[in-house]
């Protein structure tokens, strides 16, 4: 092998040890952000500003597209919310139905404990959501 050749192996195997850093690099910021959100569920507008972030990070959006996205990820969001808003009843229901039924099977002190268990629940689930529980909860 002559001296050339060793130099251009050797830039060669820089090079690609490079990339494969940035590679890495890049995947475990995006797998960091990820376990960040996966441990919570984020509010609507903490989503749409982590993804408007993600995504002006990632594609390196000009003024016009990032001001384009966030009005797509507005006009998305209303959207998303009048189907929640639609879907609400018949999921409040389902569950109703669900605790009921598993009500029925339970003996009397379980149902007592049950009836704990599905209060503090509740409790926990209603307070994040900036919301009323449904009636009943």
């Given at each position: 092998m002559t001296e050339l050749q060793g130099r251009?192996?050797?830039t060669l195997a820089l090079a690609s040890a490079f990339g494969v850093g940035a590679l890495a690099g890049a995947g475990g910021s995006w797998w960091a952000a990820f376990l960040r959100i996966r441990g919570r569920r984020l509010?609507?507008?903490e989503y749409k500003?982590?993804?408007l972030n993600e995504l002006d990070e990632r594609l390196d959006l000009d003024d016009v597209q990032r001001?384009?996205?966030e009005s797509i990820l507005d006009e998305t969001?209303?959207?998303f919310a009048a189907v929640r808003e639609a879907m609400e009843p018949e999921f409040d229901a389902i569950n109703s139905d669900r605790e009921d039924q598993v009500m029925a099977v339970l003996r009397p002190e379980q149902q007592q404990a049950y009836e704990q268990l599905l209060a503090a629940r509740n409790r926990r689930g209603w307070q994040g959501r900036g919301?009323?529980?449904p009636r009943g909860r």
């Amino acid at each position: 092998m002559t001296e050339l050749q060793g130099r251009r192996r050797a830039t060669l195997a820089l090079a690609s040890a490079f990339g494969v850093g940035a590679l890495a690099g890049a995947g475990g910021s995006w797998w960091a952000a990820f376990l960040r959100i996966r441990g919570r569920r984020l509010a609507p507008g903490e989503y749409k500003q982590w993804l408007l972030n993600e995504l002006d990070e990632r594609l390196d959006l000009d003024d016009v597209q990032r001001e384009q996205v966030e009005s797509i990820l507005d006009e998305t969001s209303q959207r998303f919310a009048a189907v929640r808003e639609a879907m609400e009843p018949e999921f409040d229901a389902i569950n109703s139905d669900r605790e009921d039924q598993v009500m029925a099977v339970l003996r009397p002190e379980q149902q007592q404990a049950y009836e704990q268990l599905l209060a503090a629940r509740n409790r926990r689930g209603w307070q994040g959501r900036g919301r009323i529980p449904p009636r009943g909860r």
